[in-house]
């Protein structure tokens, strides 16, 4: 279960009077690969774009913005440790440690959460919880890493999680991944919990190409233009699209 040979590659952060006092006090032999040489430490290297795609995963889903890469990547490699492995039939964690890992409290990256607030932290009248978004697990304790907003995140052992739906929609995750990046400011979304109904065949809903006149004579309000009457006297079904129509202006 001891850590016996550590193989890298010749970057810098693995070399160093630090770095290579401590392998030797502990009895473990440091192997270095020629530099541009991936094919000499298959094993990690394989496993990178493993992380990266898990990572990937992980922000898709939750709708999040890449600026939450790191925590993402934490998350899939702490996943990764409890999953089984093919040449073992094992996971890392068991084969580390000697006990199977405990995967009651995995849950949802990304999800809505309610993270309580101590006592002590807070007024007689004030709210026992604060909302969060779910952000993976604390590598230094057992507890859940909530983020709060405005760059602060809170590390909770005590948390109600609404792993559905997720809190955030992909439009307005878009939109958060367009902001400045030097920022650093989530902004908060309200969920909508309005019932999606389903459109009857052949219905028009709205209008989803409008070319507008320059003539000021020909010009129309908006009203006008949304009027299901002036639909049909302007609509060209001809070499269009269904749902698609053109407004074009008189010579």
Not at 57 to 75: I, K
Request: with cysteine.
């Amino acid at each position: 279960g001891y850590l016996k040979v550590l193989r890298s590659d010749n970057g810098g952060e693995y070399i160093g009077k630090e770095i290579e006092d401590f392998p030797k006090e502990q009895e473990i032999v440091h192997q270095l690969t020629v530099p541009y040489s991936p094919q000499q430490n298959g094993v990690s290297e394989r496993k990178n774009p493993t992380l990266i795609e898990m990572t990937r995963c992980l922000l898709s889903e939750a709708n999040l913005p890449q600026r939450f890469w790191a925590e993402a990547a934490m998350t899939a490699t702490y996943l990764q440790n409890r999953l089984p492995t093919k040449p073992k039939k094992k996971t890392p964690y068991e084969l580390w440690t000697n006990r199977k890992p405990d995967l009651s409290h995995i849950r949802v990256f990304g999800c809505n959460s309610y993270a309580y607030i101590q006592k002590q932290k807070r007024g007689k009248l004030d709210d026992k919880a604060v909302e969060g978004i779910f952000l993976g697990y604390d590598y230094r304790s057992k507890g859940y890493r909530i983020y709060l907003g405005d760059n602060k995140i809170m590390i909770n052992r005590t948390v109600k999680f609404i792993e559905n739906p997720l809190p955030y929609a992909k439009k307005e995750a878009k939109e958060l991944q367009n902001q400045d990046e030097t920022t650093q400011q989530l902004v908060e979304l309200e969920l909508e919990h309005e019932e999606n109904h389903s459109m009857e065949e052949g219905e028009i809903n709205e209008i989803t190409e409008i070319n507008p006149c320059e003539d000021d004579e020909y010009e129309l309000s908006n009203s006008q233009i949304l009027t299901s009457q002036h639909r049909r006297l302007e609509r060209k079904a001809k070499g269009i699209p269904p749902g698609r129509f053109v407004f074009f202006c008189k010579s």
